[in-house]
């Protein structure tokens, strides 16, 4: 079936740094998300971008948080700066339509030491 | 917040028999799907259901959005049926999809 690629798998960063977790979505999906996911805990909606804006955000998606999908790239999120309630695995989605059948990579496992 | 009240959180089966997974929702969703966790820990979309039934194999979903509720049905459970399922559900108008905590399910022989 359709593929969601996450790069990195595993990142580890001290905390202040900056750190961007990298989606590669599927090829003709218009609608992408983050989620986080705290060992243990649920799975947390972060944002959903379309069209190269932010369509809705959680209150967990912070102000040093930042979404883009550079000319149909990469779709990334960037942390700047860390902190170390960031630790977490980070999972991206898409899909075609909005909030309709999402597809997931498999994680990126974020450590902020 | 919208909330998804997932039950059961974990959930033991033998081999062949069945059971059910449940989500309630707290306000009017205009869908839901059903993931399982696999392996590589990726979640993998069962069903996408915005009303009525969906069956595929061993599994039916069911999604009530009046009643604010979804279903998931297993049927015959098998080994490799072991894993973590959820359920996630958006409002109409919305644009974020809210996930239920989880069902462990266990399948042994």
């Known amino acids: 079936g359709p593929k969601v690629l996450q790069i990195p798998s595993h990142q580890i960063i001290d905390m202040g740094q900056m750190v961007t977790l990298n989606c590669d979505p599927v090829?003709?999906?218009?609608?992408f998300y983050w989620y986080k996911q705290i060992l243990g805990q649920q799975m947390e909606f972060l944002v959903n971008?379309?069209?190269?804006?932010?369509?809705?955000k959680s209150k967990l998606f912070k102000d040093q948080f930042s979404v883009e999908r550079p000319d149909g790239s990469y779709f990334t999120l960037k942390i700047q700066p860390t902190a170390l309630e960031d630790s977490a695995v980070y999972f991206c989605?898409?899909?075609?339509?909005?909030?309709?059948?999402?597809?997931f990579g498999s994680g990126t496992r974020l450590t902020v030491l | 917040g919208d909330q998804v009240e997932q039950s059961p959180s974990a959930l033991s089966l033998h081999e062949g028999t069945g059971s059910a997974l449940r989500c309630n929702f707290t306000t009017t969703m205009r869908a839901v799907q059903w993931f399982r966790k696999n392996s590589r820990g990726s979640l993998i979309n069962l069903f996408y259901l915005a009303s009525g039934t969906k069956e595929n194999g061993r599994l039916k979903s069911a999604f009530d959005s009046k009643e604010r509720y979804s279903t998931l049905h297993i049927r015959d459970a098998q080994l490799e049926d072991s894993g973590t399922y959820f359920c996630a559900a958006d409002r109409t108008g919305g644009y974020k999809v809210v996930f239920g905590s989880g069902t462990r399910l266990l399948v042994s022989p």
């Open positions: 989605a898409s899909s075609l339509l909005s909030a309709e059948t999402l597809y």
């Open positions: 971008f379309y069209n190269g804006k932010v369509m809705e």
């Open positions: 090829s003709n999906h218009l609608y």
